[in-house]
Every structure is written in structure tokens, then in C-alpha cells.
């Protein structure tokens, strides 16, 4: 798997506090993914949700830079990876897209909120290994169950139901020679971002128009 867990932001914008002082756009993002992700329990606040219209307006920054991208240039942006707020009026700009520098734009890992999301998952799996290791008294059946219950514990309702996690806890036949390994796989099921449209106007006669 290539890389995944990046996400570059084009551009700044001036604080809204102010200050005058002129921050990254990654201050935007950060702020957003803090009110919806940075809850004491971890959880998703799916309230803030930001992939969609009107959460996905830029709210703390203003006097954005660059206002304006050629269209010929926003494809060679894309393609290398980079993410940038566009106009949603006049008047403000939003977060049109969150990819990541993940290469295939058909997976769910080219998407900042899935991401995110294997982040928290594989800190949970590395979190299941420090709290079994060393485990003697257990048999491999409980031990098995143990470690599925601990993940399904850690990961419930952390993502609002937008992404699945079923851990699949094993031994192999290695894991059963050595005595002392096993497995576990977090697989993640998780949607695509939707960000192409394709849109055509038609035109009839309003005497084509039939109705029962």
C-alpha cells in the first residue's frame, strides 16, 4: 500500500479574530477536524461533519490565497495530490474536496476522513497487542474472544456508523508451532467520496411534458 496518511493543503487566509496574522489553510482543517474528531471519548461528533455544504465552509479564515485557480491548472493540483477551498458564492469559500496523496483516486483511502479514521483503528490494533501481551493464563479460545471484545469495545460507535470495523482474531498454523503469536486484522469498510459530476442540461417543448 502506498502512502496514505497525508493531506496537502494550497493557500492561507487571514485569522477572523482580528489579528491580521495570515495562517495556512491546514489551520482551517485542523479546526474543523478538532470539533468534529476531538472529543475526550474519541468519538465523531457527526453533527460536524464537515464533507458537505454548509459545514464545509471555511469559517475562522478569510481574504483566502489563492482566490482564483485556471480550471487547467486545478487538473495538474489534483493530480499531484494537493486539496484547496473553492468559492461556494460570492462570498465564501469551502472544502470541495479532502484528498490524500493516496495515488488511487478510486480508493476509499483517497478521502482525509477515512484516513483519519485507519489511523484511529491501527492504534487500536497496536493498543490490543501492549494489553494482551504476555497473556499465559488464558486459553486460546478466550484469548481469541478477549482480544476481539477489547477492539470492538474501543472502536464502537467511534465513527458515528459511517465506517465498519470487524477485527478478525486468529492462529495460524505458524502462530500455532511457535506457541506464542496470532493474528489480528482490523478489516475497515468504508464509502467513497463522491466528486466528480457530470451535468447536462436537456430542453423540451413544455408540450413534450406529459403528466398522469
Known sequence: TGVARALIVLGSGVLRDGSGKRMPLTYELGYKAAKMMGAGDGNWDMTQMFDIDPN???????DIEPAFIPNGIKATLWNDGLVWPQPADREEFAFLQLQ???TDDTSVLNNFFNVMALATISKVGESAWRKFSGSTALSEGEFLDSVRAYVNSQ????????IM??????IDEYDALRGYSWHLT???YANNSKTVMTYTTEVYRASDLTTN
Open 56 to 62: 464545509n465552509r471555511l469559517t475562522e479564515l478569510t
Open 100 to 102: 490524500t496523496v493516496y
Open 155 to 162: 472502536l464502537k460507535d467511534r465513527f458515528g456508523g459511517m
Open 165 to 170: 470495523v470487524i477485527p478478525d482474531v486468529y
Open 186 to 188: 482490523n478489516k475497515m
